[in-house]
Every structure is written in structure tokens, then in C-alpha cells.
């Protein structure tokens, strides 16, 4: 039986070592671990105590909140894991002007079911492409 709770609580890098399958440069666990600490909601997935799932969030508290992370286990997705745990960050931010979420081109019907809108972006990865030079403006 899957159980949720919020925060990192004591989790170890080791908890955290399967997940983020198919990222081409995943951080490392010690890494993964810094993240959920530094996130301002965590919400856990857990199978007899097994870590399983995750979401983060990040807000100021009175406009807006980000979502960047949510992860699943490969054997466990498809079964609603996904689901719980972004219905229960978004209850825990609560009310808002907006949250984002950023996703690759095959999650975005996934988001629309919880109203995300799709919208114009840009977002900034430093470790792809070099930052503009200054002094070539």
C-alpha cells in the first residue's frame, strides 16, 4: 500500500539512486538529496517504506510556485502515482495566482488534466548552451 508524506523526512542518497531514468546528465544522489531539502514542498511516495515517488515544489508563499520535479519509478508508473503526488503539492502550495510547470513535449496532455495551460516560455540551461557575453551586446 502506497503511503504519502511531505518533506525529505531522513531520507539517504541510496533512497534516492533509481530515480531519474532517461535524464542524458542526472545529478548525482547526493545531489538529489541537497534538492529535496532545498525545495519548499516535498512530497513522498512510499511502498512499505520503499521511496517511490516524488514532486517538489517552489514558491514565494504568495504568488506564484514552480514545479519542477516529479518523479516515479519506472515498475510503478502508469498505476496513478503521478496523479497523487501532483494533486497533493498543488493542495499543499494552496491558492495562488499561478504555478508553473515546465515538461517535455509528451506530458503536456499529462499536466492539462490538472489545468496547466500551455503557454510560451524560456528557460535557461546553462550546462547546453553558453550565457551571452556582455560584452558582445
Sequence with gaps: MIEYRTGPGDLTPADLADFFVGWPDPPAPAARLALLHGSDHVVLA?????????VTALSDGV?????????????????GLGT??????????????????????DLVDYYRRFGF?????MVLRPHLAPRLDPSAV
Excluded at 46 to 54: H, P, Q, S, T, W
Excluded at 88 to 105: A, F, S
Excluded at 117 to 121: I, T
Design 46 to 54: 512510499l511502498d512499505d517504506g520503499r521511496l517511490v515517488g516524488f
Design 63 to 79: 504568488l506564484m510556485a514552480y514545479v519542477p520535479l516529479l518523479e516515479v519509478l519506472p515498475a510503478y508508473q502508469g498505476a
Design 117 to 121: 495551460q500551455r503557454v510560451a516560455g
Design 84 to 105: 497523487a503526488l501532483v494533486n497533493r503539492v498543488l493542495d499543499e502550495i494552496g491558492e495562488l495566482y499561478g504555478v508553473d510547470v515546465c515538461c517535455d513535449e
